[in-house]
């Protein structure tokens, strides 16, 4: 079976550094994904990483270990707008996403 | 652009009823189609998905089925529901490159009285 591993959840300051990691035992591997959800909302894509290393898109970067079976979702300069939940999801398989239970993140002002 | 259509937003419905969920992908041909079931706090679980149209693949045995009629329509059905299918259901597509994401249509929330 799939076993994909987050915190459940998190608090941060508002203009912190948040970082969320996800660990992963799967049958197979073809990359990498990470979501956001609004509460009550569908998820939003955010990040795709297949290769070792880190990718950056703007206040978000997302890391891969493939070795490891590990990421991580790295949230700069926290906006209160980015209190949601974070949901890491691997593709094992051609066609099919296993996700984590997601990681609830809370920003303070 | 692409869209995805899926409705309705909210349903309540009796034990025992039945149940039809429609989800319809515009500007994209030959999709990947799933449907998902988010019980509260927990995460997504993958109920079905359909590689084109008359091909259903089910992940999970339950009193649920989905079928294609057309390339980009998909739909959840049940002929009885049962108070354990209350949950936030949620329709996605993708393009036929696997390193493409999944892209979620909105959700209906289903309750189950």
């Known amino acids: 079976g799939q076993n994909i591993d987050q915190p459940t959840e998190m608090t941060a300051t508002e203009g912190a550094i948040v970082q969320i990691n996800c660990t992963y035992q799967?049958?197979?591997?073809?990359?990498l994904f990470w979501y956001q959800q609004h509460a009550g909302e569908a998820p939003t894509f955010l990040s795709y990483?297949?290769?070792?290393g880190l990718e950056e898109k703007g206040r978000f970067s997302s890391f891969l270990s493939r070795s490891k079976g590990y990421s991580y979702l790295l949230l700069k300069e926290l906006q209160m707008k980015d209190s949601a939940s974070y949901l890491c999801?691997?593709?094992?398989?051609?066609?099919?996403?296993?996700f984590g239970a997601g990681t609830t993140v809370t920003v303070r002002a | 652009s692409q869209t995805i259509h899926q409705w309705p937003a909210t349903l309540v419905q009796p034990v025992g009823s039945p149940l039809s969920l429609e989800c319809t992908v515009e500007g994209t041909s030959n999709p990947n189609l799933y449907w998902y079931r988010q019980a509260a706090g927990r995460g997504l679980q993958l109920l079905f998905y359909?590689?084109?149209?008359?091909?259903i693949s089910s992940e999970v045995p339950q009193n649920l089925s989905a079928s294609r009629p057309q390339d980009r329509q998909f739909i959840l059905s049940s002929k009885k529901l049962l108070l354990s299918d209350s949950g936030f259901y949620l329709c996605a597509w993708r393009g036929e490159q696997g390193n493409q994401p999944q892209h979620f249509g909105d959700g209906t929330r289903l309750s189950i009285l």
């Open positions: 799967t049958s197979g591997f073809n990359g």
């Open positions: 999801a691997v593709r094992d398989g051609d066609y099919k996403l296993s």
């Open positions: 359909s590689v084109g149209i008359g091909q």
């Open positions: 990483n297949v290769l070792d």
